[in-house]
T-cell receptor, first 113, second 112 residues
Framework: GQQLNQSPQSMFIQEGEDVSMNCTSS?????WLWYKQDPGEGPVLLIA?????ELTSNGRLTAQFGITRKDSFLNISASIPSDVGIYFC?????????????FGAGTQVVVTP | KAGVTQTPRYLIKTRGQQVTLSCSPI?????VSWYQQTPGQGLQFLFE???????NKGNFPGRFSGRQFSNSRSEMNVSTLELGDSALYLC???????????FGSGTRLTVV
């Protein structure tokens, strides 16, 4: 179940605006993952972070692995309608056992023209 | 390379029946995990299999079971279905180390 605090729960933004969301945990993680899920589909991996302080971009997406290893941030720049969906963060202590991956509750993003 | 394949995509069952869902991981991935996703509870971990052995288990009743075959394909079974078992069931596979964790499209199970 969700043991990560992900915020905000939902966001209503206008096309062209930037979006920021974050996850915090009481546990230290070695891996942070960010996913996007469209309705009726499985989550799709957007960005994977494996080192504290790491800043990684994927197109208009940028994610950072917090230096305390207890938080991570995802930014979407210049949002477009297809950015609509639910974004999940996930954290893991070790890649030796992916079954211990912990998920945030998700951030619902709605983009209006 | 092919992604994670889940079959069937949609399923309707009646209460009391049992159901088997299938997951074929990405070639070379040996770890397969299963999740139940509902609007109220989010992503709930069911179990993880690695090399045909259950490595981790979530907090679900014994009606939920799974197995993994030698080719890493996995199945999960739910017996004596209840209305509350209606959900999107997702599986995810992973290789060793930092190779990410990839989900399938899921099986939408509706229990009536």
């Amino acid at each position: 179940g969700q043991q990560l605090n992900q915020s905000p729960q939902s966001m209503f933004i206008q096309e062209g605006e930037d979006v920021s969301m974050n996850c915090t945990s009481s546990s230290i993680f070695n891996t942070w993952l960010w996913y996007k899920q469209d309705p009726g589909e499985g989550p799709v991996l957007l960005i994977a972070l494996y080192k504290a302080g790491e800043l990684t971009s994927n197109g208009r997406l940028t994610a950072q692995f917090g230096i305390t290893r207890k938080d991570s941030f995802l930014n979407i720049s210049a949002s477009i309608p297809s950015d609509v969906g639910i974004y999940f963060c996930a954290g893991l202590m070790t890649t030796d056992s992916w079954g211990k991956l912990q998920f945030g509750a998700g951030t619902q993003v709605v983009v209006t023209p | 390379k092919a992604g994670v394949t889940q079959t069937p995509r949609y399923l309707i069952k009646t209460r009391g029946q049992q159901v088997t869902l299938s997951c074929s991981p990405i070639s070379g991935h040996r770890s397969v995990s299963w999740y139940q996703q509902t609007p109220g509870q989010g992503l709930q971990f069911l179990f993880e299999y690695f090399s045909e052995t259950q490595r981790n288990k979530g907090n679900f009743p014994g009606r939920f079971s799974g197995r993994q075959f030698s080719n890493s394909r996995s199945e999960m079974n739910v017996s004596t279905l209840e209305l509350g078992d209606s959900a999107l069931y997702l599986c995810a596979s992973s290789g060793q180390g930092a190779s990410g964790y990839t989900f399938g499209s899921g099986t939408r199970l509706t229990v009536v």
